[in-house]
């Protein structure tokens, strides 16, 4: 363990494939399942052990995906911090992390089935237009957490005529928050902003 918390290395556990980020799975931090949110329960703890995880405006966001892989069970790869922005390592009120478009899985990889990411302060809630705008939206579910490990996940129906539905994760279950309706999905303006249970 590093100094700070365990540092993932650039080139091994993510990078860069042209202008896409790739991460490599499987994360050894988060045990496979057959069911989803057994992976998504340990991503939060995982992620806190990472450098700077906690480090509020001098932080550090991560960003990985969720997976099945060949065998069928769910997978998180490691994340990567490559930022959204440059010269965005310094102290700021906001972070980003460029999404993954590729995990490199030796055994394998039948689909990517959601993005996750922390936020570097605590009780924060998934209200940045950066979360949930619809040009923002890869996959079929966001998660997101922060400090406290306060889980969210935003399910945005892409292309679909239904509102997007943000959840947080009460206890071994999913509590609904919030829904978006159709006229505020491309946008992701979520209004009033709600606060954290």
Known sequence: MAA???????????????????????????????????????????????????GGDDGVEYCGLLYKGAD??????????????EGEDGPSLTKTCVVP??????????????????????????????????????????????TTCHVYKFVPHVGEPVPAKVFIRVGRAWSLLRVIPLWDKESGNILPPFEVP
Do not use: T
């Open 72 to 85: 069928g069970r769910f997978y998180a790869s490691a994340p990567s911090r490559i930022s959204g922005a």
């Open 101 to 146: 478009l590729k995990v490199h899985d030796p055994a394998g990889v039948r689909s990517i089935e959601a993005d996750y990411h922390n936020h570097c302060w605590p009780d924060s809630p998934l209200s940045s237009r950066r979360d949930s705008a619809a040009r923002n939206q890869l996959y079929s579910i966001r998660i997101q957490f922060d």
């Open 4 to 54: 700070g918390g365990l540092r993932l290395r650039e080139g091994a556990d993510y990078g860069r494939d042209g202008r896409d980020i790739w991460v490599r799975g499987p994360w050894e931090l988060v045990e496979p399942s057959a069911d989803v949110d057994e992976v998504i329960d340990q991503l939060c703890p995982a992620v806190m052990r990472l450098a700077d995880a906690r």
